[in-house]
């Protein structure tokens, strides 16, 4: 049974439908990114999830049960894009605050600010703390008492590149330690080589579900092939090849991902006279704007 069920959701306020017939699930070790634009319906989602908000018509299961219940609320760590902590208390003070409120140990909460980088700085006071340092504690506090569902809101907002690569380490070690990670973010570049599937939501409605290769498969997008020439045979390489011409010695070839075999090949029958060869396949941006028809919109 997975972790987290959605089933066939609707979110209504009157006459405006937020969320519709909306339906996926998150299994244990798994990692879903949740992406869609500003209104697409994702912290509808995300508050149904919690138990905040109730669902209109459909189904949702948090662990076998409902939303909000205290079986769930035990199990499910959640950490919100903006977090706000009590700024007079320290930050192991707040943590074990935390404990106390999941009923596990104050030892526990001391690995996890270690765990989070924040040893060093656990008896300042959270006042003193930057956005990162206090998104440290947030993320210190979804995993108090070995959650089985993480529900993550823009988690890597105001981390630096070196915390944002560590926090995913954390996110890897929540998975493969059986917690169902459901992540909801912008970051799209970050998230490429992070989650294990991509659940895109437009005007409410789930409209791709699948993982990136899948979705690659499906959407059949154009790869970008990068060829570095030698500088006496870039003319001659652009006139077998076509394609446009970057930085004088490079050309970028555009082809259907069937064509590919065909045009590496072509390629490598160059010999020498390629000195270098990127293959970049659709971006998840590129997929993000496909499937969900995106024009620009903020995601």
Do not use: W
């Amino acid at each position: 049974m997975p972790a987290l069920e959605i089933e066939n959701v609707f979110k209504r306020y009157k006459a405006l439908e937020t969320v519709s017939d909306v339906s996926f699930d998150v299994a244990a070790g798994e990692r879903v990114a949740l992406l869609g634009h500003n209104g697409a319906g994702k912290t509808t989602i995300i508050r149904m999830i919690l138990g905040l908000t109730s669902v209109s018509d459909g189904a949702i299961r948090v662990l076998g049960g409902a939303p909000g219940t205290r079986s769930a609320r035990k199990q499910t760590g959640f950490l919100p894009e903006s977090v706000a902590f009590h700024g007079a208390l320290t930050g192991r003070e707040q943590l074990h605050h935390f404990a106390r409120l999941k009923s596990t140990s104050k030892s526990e909460a001391d690995t996890l600010l270690e765990r989070v980088g924040l040893a060093d700085a656990a008896d300042r006071k959270i006042r003193t703390y930057s956005k990162g340092m206090r998104q440290r504690i947030g993320l210190a506090q979804v995993m108090l008492g070995r959650p089985k569902l993480a529900v993550l809101d823009e988690p890597t907002s105001g981390l630096d590149p070196v915390s944002r690569h560590e926090f995913y380490d954390i996110v890897d070690e929540l998975a493969n330690n059986g917690a169902a990670v459901l992540l909801s973010s912008h970051a799209l570049t970050e998230l490429e080589l992070r989650t294990d599937r991509v659940a895109i939501l437009s005007k409410g409605k789930m409209v791709a579900n699948d993982s990136l290769s899948h979705l690659r498969q499906s959407a059949q997008l154009p790869i970008r092939v990068t060829v570095t020439a030698t500088p006496d045979t870039i003319e001659g390489m652009a006139a077998k090849l076509g394609g446009q011409r970057v930085n004088g010695q490079s050309l970028e070839l555009l082809c259907q991902p069937p064509e590919k075999v065909a045009l590496l090949s072509t390629i490598t029958a160059l010999g020498s006279a390629v000195k270098d060869l990127d293959v970049t396949p659709a971006s998840l941006e590129e997929l993000y704007r496909h499937f969900s028809g995106s024009n620009g919109e903020q995601i």
